[in-house]
């Protein structure tokens, strides 16, 4: 089955620790997303990548790292830097038909700080 | 900058009844909308997307949304809700390449 897919489901991290998240897609989609969900805020950018090594910064890229060195591939790194870094992260990816294509996505990975 | 507004974090109906979600946008070019359900702990679905053709588009699930530029909406709706449209609704906005705005959200409740 085509998809995203995004590792671990939960994950818990102590204060100052570096954490990194999955997210692999079989769609042969370009372009790759993060974003970062809080209550009552919706979804918000942290980092997106158009093509295989190149990404760029979204609205809350600090305290965030990326990359892509395959085209199915895109983690996500919360560094120690991010202050509040426990939230839901939604790996998203959308196909080469730009602003009217649709983006598919992951089912998730909640980050908990203890 | 294109932007969206959903109005009510939440709405409650009960089964049987109307269910609209309410969604305004601001684009500075003809933007391309879309809506998603998210259900609990999960990732977001597409229910329906507008991209300038038809105004009035009919998604999954019964739900269609209609696109109205001089009130700059697009409006979810669905003539009867149904217990298992309880979830979470995000309007989203595209005019863009690699920029999609998603609102708030809006938490549907559907009471039997």
């Known amino acids: 089955d085509g998809g995203i897919t995004q590792s671990p489901k939960y994950l818990f991290r102590k204060e100052g620790q570096n954490v990194t998240l999955s997210c692999e897609q079989n769609l042969n989609h370009d372009a790759m997303y993060w974003y970062r969900q809080d209550p009552g805020q919706g979804l918000r950018l942290i980092y997106y990548?158009?093509?295989?090594?190149?990404?760029q910064k979204g609205d809350i890229a600090e305290g965030y790292s990326v990359s892509r060195e395959k085209k199915e591939s895109f983690p996500l790194t919360v560094t120690s830097a991010q202050k509040n870094p426990t939230a839901f992260y939604l790996c998203?990816?959308?196909?080469?038909?730009?602003?009217?294509?649709?983006?598919?996505f992951g089912p998730g990975t909640r980050l908990t700080v203890l | 900058a294109q932007s969206v507004t959903q109005l009510g974090s939440h709405v409650s109906v009960s089964e049987g009844a109307l269910v609209l979600l309410r969604c305004n946008y601001s684009?500075?070019?003809?933007?391309?909308l879309f809506w998603y359900v998210q259900y609990p702990n999960q990732g977001l679905q597409l229910l329906l997307k507008y991209t300038s053709a038809a105004t009035l588009v009919k998604g999954i699930n019964g739900f269609e949304a209609e696109f109205k530029k001089s009130e700059t909406s697009f409006h979810l709706t669905k003539p009867s809700a149904h217990m298992s449209d309880a979830a979470e609704y995000f309007c989203?906005?595209?005019?863009?390449?690699?920029?999609?705005?998603f609102g708030a959200g809006t938490r549907l409740t559907v009471k039997p």
């Open positions: 990548s158009q093509i295989v090594n190149d990404f």
């Open positions: 684009s500075s070019v003809p933007p391309y």
């Open positions: 998203a990816s959308r196909g080469d038909r730009g602003a009217t294509d649709t983006q598919y």
């Open positions: 989203a906005v595209s005019e863009r390449n690699n920029d999609m705005r």
